[in-house]
């Protein structure tokens, strides 16, 4: 049996607790995942107002939801990005909502692109924010709601 050289076993040391200070390390990165419809800039420039249903339905993809809004339609996507850090739950960072509004003819009457500014909705389209008691005020608030905040499952 050979003895242990001293320096040889304090190098051994000094490489086994850097390689267990360097595993927590790399842990710590962040994964951003990107959930629903993800658009690309002219996908929405594509929608005009005077296009069918079906139209929409064949550039867009089918939406996430509808709701009848007034006296016509509309057509929800959502979109929505989310880190996850280690071991932690995800916390959403963005929501976007795209909005297609349809006259009671069925054709399209314009296209809204939500999502938040300054902790409100705002229309990245038009540069506004929705009116208070708009006809689909109701449906963007639950779109929006718990933005940003840690969803728990199992409650």
Do not use: W
Request: hydrophobic share 35%.
């Amino acid at each position: 049996m050979t003895p242990l050289n001293p320096s040889r076993s304090r190098r051994h040391l000094v490489l086994t607790l850097l390689l267990a200070a360097a595993v927590p390390l790399a842990a710590c990165d962040s994964t951003i995942m990107k959930h629903g419809t993800q658009f690309h800039e002219g996908d929405l420039q594509q929608i005009q107002p005077g296009m069918t249903q079906e139209q929409v339905r064949m550039n867009l993809g089918t939406p996430a939801t509808t709701a009848v809004v007034g006296s016509g339609q509309a057509f929800y996507y959502i979109s929505s990005t989310q880190t996850q850090t280690a071991f932690f739950l995800p916390t959403e960072q963005d929501r976007q909502v795209v909005a297609v509004y349809f006259a009671p003819s069925g054709t399209v009457d314009h296209v809204a692109n939500y999502g938040m500014k300054d902790g409100k909705v705002f229309d990245y389209v038009s540069r506004t924010t929705p009116a208070p008691g708009g006809h689909d005020e109701g449906i963007l608030k639950q779109l929006f709601r718990n933005l940003g905040t840690r969803q728990i499952f199992g409650e």
